[in-house]
């Protein structure tokens, strides 16, 4: 079945320097794929999303890029703030039998400090 | 704040005790999907439902159960509670029924002891 592995964390930075989160996947046909954010005590919120081969989605100041060739979809930002400190969740969306449903990695916790 | 409400927030049960947990969509979505977050995972798909029907369900035993009333509003039942059940419970909803417009609520904490 598909399944998302992302690196695991916590992975701790200081402000404006530069982050990258890993994420490989596997799936029987071809995904739309996404990042979403969880800040404490919040639920998921997405960050951006990509449907097809070599898109790229980007928003605040994050960029991932659907690689079909290597399976990845790794999260960059140029220069985090401690405001980015969350737990980042890859996930990819397949309709198959159990309809539309997410399947998400583990989660990479990052932290920034001042 | 998406506009989709959880309640309660947090839970205590015991084993073999059952639960219902809530959901209300967001204004105008018609189609409601719970997730289950074990601590330091991710979420795991439960099911969905659409226009009051599931359409489509997760790896999970037939003691986790659903419903979606006309107003679009939702409960996740969970019957024989195990301690394995301990998470926090997610829905999330959207108008399309197409993820790339999926709106999480803030969960539900559920503790079984």
């Known amino acids: 079945g598909d399944s998302v592995t992302q690196m695991e964390g916590p992975v701790t930075l200081s402000e404006e320097a530069f982050l990258t989160i890993n994420c490989t996947y596997t799936a029987t046909g071809y995904p739309s794929l996404f990042w979403y954010v969880q800040y404490p005590g919040e639920g998921l919120q997405l960050l951006l999303k990509a449907t097809k081969a070599d898109d790229k989605g980007s928003n605040k100041g994050f960029e991932a890029t659907y690689r079909k060739e290597t399976t990845s979809f790794h999260l960059e930002k140029g220069s985090v703030q401690v405001s980015d400190s969350a737990v980042y969740f890859c996930?990819?969306?397949?309709?198959?039998?159990?309809?539309?449903?997410?399947?998400f990695g583990g989660g990479t916790r990052l932290m920034v400090k001042p | 704040e998406t506009g989709v409400t959880q309640s309660p927030t947090h839970l205590i049960k015991t084993r073999g005790q059952q639960v219902t947990l809530r959901c209300s969509s967001q204004?105008?979505?018609?189609?409601v999907s719970w997730y289950q977050q074990a601590l330091g995972q991710g979420p795991q798909f439960i099911f969905q439902y659409y226009r009051e029907e599931e359409n489509g369900r997760g790896n999970f035993p037939p003691r986790f159960s659903g419903l979606q009333f006309p107003n679009y509003s939702s409960e996740l039942n969970v019957n024989a509670l195990e301690l394995d059940d301990s998470a926090l419970y997610l829905c999330?909803?959207?108008?399309?029924?197409?993820?790339?417009?999926?709106?999480f609520g803030s969960g539900t904490q559920l503790s079984v002891l």
């Open positions: 204004s105008g979505h018609n189609t």
């Open positions: 999330a909803s959207s108008s399309t029924g197409a993820n790339e417009k999926l709106f």
């Open positions: 996930a990819l969306s397949e309709i198959n039998n159990a309809g539309n449903m997410l399947t």
